[in-house]
């Protein structure tokens, strides 16, 4: 099936939104989706199968740093290299408006999205105890050059 990677629009949100309520344990509320979407500096792309959005993905330049916020792909379509392709895609874009390193957060126990992450390049630099609630589970910081994930 053919992927097609585009800007996430207003008109993508509810489609995200289910997205993220099936993907994430506490996934992100229509408001937040939105509010990212009209955001200085954020960059939300999907990931579209038959014009079914398939994954998403969203990201903040601030100065030369990419953070990387949000990375949600549908039980359905995992481990297809959906979210590699977004990330590949919004490194480029990032790169392409100065971006030099890219950040990130991960759950400490999700070993795919660690797997993921190190297989673009990314290098585990530091852990916050207890960052995601409720329940206090720690979060594994992930730094990576914006070259080496274009190139991944």
């Known amino acids: 099936m053919t992927v097609v990677v585009r800007a996430m629009a207003a008109l993508d949100v509810p489609a995200v ?11 992100w509320l229509e408001a937040q989706l939105t509010e990212e979407l009209v955001h200085p500096g954020a960059t939300m792309l999907v990931a579209t199968r038959q014009d079914a959005v398939a994954a998403y993905l969203s990201t903040r330049l601030v100065l030369d740093e990419w953070h990387i916020l949000n990375v949600a792909t549908h039980p359905e379509h995992r481990r297809q290299g959906l979210a590699a392709t977004l990330l590949r895609a919004g490194a480029r874009a990032a790169l392409d408006q100065g971006a030099r390193v890219a950040h990130l957060e991960v759950r400490a126990h999700n070993q795919g999205a660690l797997a993921l992450y190190t297989s673009l390049g990314f290098a585990r630099v530091g852990v916050r105890r207890g960052y995601y609630a409720p329940n206090a589970e720690d979060a594994v910081l992930m730094t990576a050059s914006v070259l080496d994930v274009v190139g991944a």
């Open 17 to 27: 939104l289910a997205l993220e309520q099936l993907a994430n344990p506490h996934p």
